[in-house]
C-alpha cells in the first residue's frame, strides 16, 4: 500500500507539474500508458477483452473518465493536496448512491462520519480565503462521479475479471480524451513525452499494488494506508511547487481524513 500511494502521488505531482497542457490531453495520455498493461495482460492470459456485462462496462468506462476529467481540469486551481485530500470525498457519495440505487443501509455512525467530512471541507473552504470556488466545484464534480464509479463497479460485481473493467476504462478514455483534446492540442517537449506516458505506469501500478495490497492484508490494516496519498502529495506539493497551506486548510484536509478513516476501519470491522 505505501508502493502504491507513492505511485499515485508521483502521478499526481506530474499532473501538477504539467498544468499547461489540456485536462483532456493528460487524460488521453494517462489512459493510453495504461492500456499497454492491460492490453497485455489479457493477451497473456487469453481474456476476452469484449467482457460480459458490455453496457454497464461501457457505463462505467463513461462515468470514470468523467471523474478524472473533472480532477484533472481542478489540478488547475487548487494546491494538489487539496485537490487529492477532497476527491477522497468519494466514498460518501457512493454510499448516497448506494442507498438510492441498490438500496443498501449505512450505519447511523457512518452518517456521523459524513458529516465529519464535511465539516472539514466548510473549515478548508470557510477559514481559507484563498482556495478557488471554481477548483471546488470541479474536484466535488469528480468525486461525486468518483462515488458513482463504485456503484456500477458493485453492479458489476464478480461477472467481469477486474482487468477487463479497467481496460474498457481505458480504452473509452483514450478515445474521449483523444478527441476532446483535438482544439486543444500542445505538443510536448522534451521530458514532457516521459512524463505523460509516466502518468499511465504510475497509474497502472498504483492500482496494481493497491489491490495486492487488499489481497494479502486485512481491510482493518490497508484501507487507512490509502489516505498516506494526500500526505505524500501535500509533500509534493510544498517542496517541487512551493504551495502554501494555511493552518486551517491543512486542518480542514485533517479532519476529512480522519473521518474517511473512521469510515474505512467501521466498514472494515463489518
Request: aromatic share 16%.
Amino acid at each position: 500500500m505505501l508502493i502504491s500511494t507513492l505511485a499515485f502521488a508521483c502521478m499526481n505531482g506530474i499532473v501538477k507539474y504539467l498544468t499547461h497542457i489540456g485536462a483532456f490531453q493528460i487524460v488521453f495520455f494517462r489512459a493510453l500508458g495504461s492500456l499497454f498493461f492491460t492490453f497485455g495482460f489479457l493477451l497473456k492470459n487469453k481474456i476476452s477483452f469484449l467482457g460480459n456485462n458490455r453496457k454497464l462496462l461501457v457505463i462505467r468506462g463513461l462515468v470514470g473518465v468523467t471523474s478524472m476529467s473533472f480532477f484533472f481540469m481542478a489540478t488547475k486551481y487548487l494546491p494538489i493536496g487539496t485537490a487529492v485530500s477532497l476527491r477522497y470525498m468519494a466514498p460518501i457519495f457512493a454510499a448516497v448512491f448506494a442507498v438510492l440505487l441498490l438500496k443498501e443501509y449505512v450505519q447511523p455512525i457512518q452518517w456521523l462520519f459524513f458529516a465529519m467530512a464535511f465539516a472539514g471541507v466548510i473549515v478548508l473552504k470557510g477559514f481559507d480565503a484563498d482556495l478557488n470556488g471554481y477548483g471546488l466545484v470541479l474536484i466535488f464534480l469528480s468525486a461525486i462521479f468518483s462515488g458513482l464509479v463504485y456503484v456500477v463497479i458493485s453492479k458489476i460485481g464478480q461477472g467481469d475479471h477486474p482487468v477487463v473493467i479497467v481496460n474498457y476504462f481505458m480504452i473509452i478514455s483514450v478515445l474521449v480524451g483523444g478527441v476532446m483534446s483535438i482544439n486543444n492540442w500542445v505538443t510536448p517537449q522534451g521530458i514532457e513525452w516521459f512524463m505523460l506516458f509516466g502518468l499511465g505506469v504510475f497509474g497502472y501500478f498504483g492500482q496494481v499494488f493497491m489491490t495486492k495490497a487488499f489481497q494479502v492484508a486485512s481491510t482493518n490494516q490497508v484501507a487507512p494506508l490509502k489516505y498516506l496519498e494526500v500526505v505524500f502529495t501535500v509533500l509534493l506539493g510544498v517542496f517541487i511547487f512551493a504551495e502554501i497551506y494555511t493552518v486551517w486548510s491543512l486542518l480542514g484536509i485533517a479532519t476529512i481524513i480522519t473521518a474517511l478513516i473512521l469510515n474505512a476501519l467501521f466498514k472494515g470491522s463489518k
